[in-house]
């Protein structure tokens, strides 16, 4: 099992960063492919970015794709999404999930992933 905590969310003026990280639990993080969700009020959870277990593979959503970056340190059970030139519409709760994969796997659907962190808010004004 693993367990799964974001923190990093904040309140922001547009054109500005943020880092959001997720640390999980369990000593078989490095076996997970790794995904960050995000969800804005009254509309469904929409992918954002995805990374393979090893880091060598990643895929992000055409709406962040050149902005935001995932990451991952293996040793340190954390996975990181780097986001740049904030806009507006990139307000949401951002979730991080895990799903057990090996090689290039990334997962880009909520339902291929098993365990779910709490979210954190991500607030950019404009």
């Known amino acids: 099992q693993v367990q799964l905590v974001e923190s990093g969310g904040g309140l922001v003026p547009g054109g500005g960063s943020l880092r959001l990280s997720c640390a999980a639990s369990?000593?078989?993080?490095?076996?997970?492919?790794m995904g960050w969700f995000r969800q804005a009020p009254g509309k469904d959870r929409e992918f954002v970015a995805a990374?393979?277990?090893?880091?060598?593979?990643?895929y992000y959503a055409d709406s962040v794709k050149g902005r935001f970056t995932i990451s991952r340190d293996n040793a340190k059970n954390t996975v990181y999404l780097q986001m740049n030139s904030l806009k507006p519409e990139d307000t949401a709760v951002y979730f991080c999930?895990?799903?057990?994969?090996?090689?290039?796997?990334?997962?880009?659907?909520?339902?291929?992933?098993?365990?779910w962190g709490q979210g954190t808010q991500v607030t950019v004004s404009s």
């Open positions: 369990g000593r078989t993080f490095s076996s997970y492919a």
């Open positions: 990374i393979s277990w090893n880091g060598g593979n990643t």
């Open positions: 999930a895990a799903d057990h994969a090996w090689g290039n796997t990334v997962y880009t659907r909520p339902g291929e992933y098993e365990y």
